[in-house]
């Protein structure tokens, strides 16, 4: 009996002394190739767009368009001209508007997207900057004084992007978004 354990210690201490096996490196797949072909993908989809809304605005003869700095374009449909004040970052504003696709079809009218908080139910309060909205109507409306109305062209990036809005917007679908500034509440 002794001499069994014996040799099973002896056996246990010669496969525990074996040398080690020298093992292939784990292969990580770098992650850079597919966000640059993400960007590429997405530089295409915007210059597609940007195209699309230049046929627009070349076939709209009867308004004229800005184009903004942030990558949207946009004409007056109401326009103030005395010197009002224009909301910054942090207020809030009391705002209508609707969504259309390109084909100036309503996906999301005025009703549909107002607030049960006001009292016109077609308006929303949005705080600038400071909540999770369309990018592109951020800046488009610190470009807007009370009381106008404007329409603005906004490429799929500055709107839903890739995801779209639950089976209402599709993904990558750029809008034209009308707005309606009404109130800049501040602080």
Known sequence: ?????????????????KK????????????????????QLTKKVLALEEQIFKKIIKKDSLNKYYSSPFGFWYYYNHKINKNSKKPLSGNEV???????????????????LGSKNQP????????????????GLHHGIKLMKEGEIVTFLIPSNLAFGVTGLQGEIGSNEPLIVKVKLIKILTK
């Open 1 to 17: 009996m002794k001499r069994n354990i014996v040799v099973l210690l002896l056996i246990v201490a010669f496969i525990s002394c």
């Open 20 to 39: 080690p096996q020298v093992r292939r490196p784990v292969v990580h797949h770098s992650t850079v190739s597919s966000f640059d072909e993400s960007v």
């Open 94 to 112: 009391v705002i209508n508007y609707e969504i259309k696709d390109l084909n100036n079809k309503i996906i999301l009218s005025e009703q549909e």
């Open 120 to 135: 016109n139910k077609e308006d929303r309060l949005l705080k600038i900057d400071g909540e999770d909205f369309l990018l």
